[in-house]
């Protein structure tokens, strides 16, 4: 059976033992200098080591304080410190090796400082493996009629109440440095997907003169704050959709410092799926090979595979909960559909017969549609559940697949099938 025809792998129930290759590396006896062992002992803290290729597609582990990380690998997004409508043990049952908090609302509510006094994240809202916070330079895109940017920093207004506020590089850091994730990310001006030439370099030359800022500060926090939390920082590349320009901030990011990570920034935020692809193409020459790659706010199936397949190795986005609140879902053989279509209405069929999520072994289309169509806070649940799993499980099959060498092969048929359903979906 050729790679391309070869049936996907079945979705194994999260109760599931982990394969063999993902057990823990026996500890070395002479870490490298200037880095920590992890609270296991095992390896050295914030080393990645690239397992198996296949192509530019990669399967790798990341050690952080909080535990391994098995890449490629989807991070579901806790924007509140919590993954809305699910609890830690319901996150990690599905299987999420990592999760994200954000820096520009927990800084609003309840404070970085209250979550400081209450043990930092993990702490605070029960998470105990690695956890990322951003740097809120997303929410001065998003929120950018509330916000200005300046050399200095962002003055932006909160949504909340009105107050004004002000965040440089060193005020991020610090926040960060309170809420006390493994990595966090670099203060960064992100522009609009389509943006001018003009605007995508002033964004990327200010995300490197902020990254330098960001960096003194961490390092001074770091010495004067002692070996609590430990974290690592992770630059951001920017440049829009403009290839010589997303090399130049790669180069520039790469000469500013020896980093544990690197991340992409900027991209599915309007610009059409090509030309992400592109800019993926263009910039990951200029990034060694030694280093984890982050490609920020991107988590649709087929967008998954499409980046892992240019060597993308971690992913967060807000749509597995966000549609999964509002009906969205993903069905492998069927593309993504709308609980709510009457066509469900008597379907006593799992919602997604591949799929071993608990919602999927549970209950049927029949009563996830009656829960959603009736309003039932608990349909949000489900749906999420399973909107999750179905990506962090779809991340670990390209890590099966880039170990046996048939990854190509297989993504492609993934992707087609999937697209093949959806458009079928949508006629009936």
């Known amino acids: 059976m050729s790679p391309a025809s070869r049936p996907a792998l079945p979705i194994r129930p999260s109760s599931a033992k982990l394969p063999a290759y993902a057990e823990p590396t026996p500890a070395r006896a002479n870490p490298r200098p200037g880095t920590r062992a992890n609270r296991a002992g095992s390896r050295p803290l914030f080393e990645f080591e690239v397992q198996a290729t296949d192509g530019p597609a990669r399967a790798g582990v990341l050690d952080l304080p909080h535990g391994q990380v098995r890449t490629p690998v989807f991070m579901p997004v806790g924007t509140q410190a919590t993954v809305k409508t699910l609890t830690p043990e ?15 609302h927990l800084y ?8 400081r006094q209450m043990g930092g994240l993990h702490g605070f809202g029960g998470w105990k493996k690695p956890m990322l916070t951003d740097s809120g330079g997303f929410q001065v895109f998003s929120l950018s009629d509330i916000s200005t940017i300046g050399e200095d920093g962002v003055e932006f207004q909160s949504h909340i109440d009105g107050s004004r506020h002000l965040f440089t590089p060193e005020r991020v850091m610090g926040i960060e440095r309170a809420l006390g994730a493994d990595i966090i990310m670099a203060f960064d001006q992100c522009p609009p997907g389509q943006s001018s030439r003009e605007l995508a370099t002033e964004a990327y030359e200010r995300t490197l ?3 330098a800022r960001c960096r003194t500060a961490f390092d001074r926090i770091v010495a004067e ?4 939390p430990r974290q690592t920082l992770f630059p951001i590349v920017q440049g829009g959709i403009h290839a010589d320009l997303r090399v130049a901030s790669a180069r520039g990011t790469l000469a500013s410092g020896d980093w544990h990570g690197i991340a992409i920034g900027g991209l599915s935020v309007g610009e059409p799926k090509p030309l992400m692809h592109e800019m993926l193409d263009a910039v990951r020459p200029e990034l060694p090979d030694r280093l984890p790659r ?5 988590g649709y199936p087929d967008d998954l595979l499409e980046a892992i397949g240019r060597g993308i190795d971690m992913f967060d986005c807000v749509a597995p909960t ?11 053989a069927e593309g993504q559909v709308n609980i709510k279509q009457r066509r ?3 379907d006593a069929g799992p919602l997604d017969p591949e ?13 996830l549609r009656h829960l959603f169509v009736a309003g039932e806070g608990l349909s949000m649940r489900l749906l999420s559940i399973h909107n999750l799993h179905f990506l962090v499980n779809l991340a670990n099959q390209a890590r099966e697949h880039i170990i046996t060498g048939d990854y190509a092969g297989w993504s492609r048929a993934w992707i087609e099938r999937f697209a093949a359903g959806k458009a079928a979906a949508g006629k009936s």
């Not at 319901?90 to 520009?104: D, F, P």
């Not at 982050?294 to 991107?298: A, K, P, R, T």
């Not at 999520?357 to 049927?364: D, E, G, L, S, V």
Request: aromatic fraction near 12%.
């Open 90 to 104: 319901e996150v990690e049952g599905l299987g999420a090796q990592i999760i994200l908090g954000n820096t520009y």
């Open 108 to 115: 609003l509510r309840p404070g970085h400082d209250v979550v």
């Open 209 to 211: 003169r902020w990254l």
């Open 225 to 228: 704050d002692g070996d609590a």
């Open 294 to 298: 982050y490609l920020m706010g991107v």
């Open 322 to 332: 966000r549609n999964g609140r509002n009906g969205a879902v993903w069905i492998t």
């Open 344 to 346: 469900f209405l008597t």
């Open 355 to 367: 799929c071993g999520c608990y919602t999927c072994r549970t209950y049927t289309r029949a009563y």
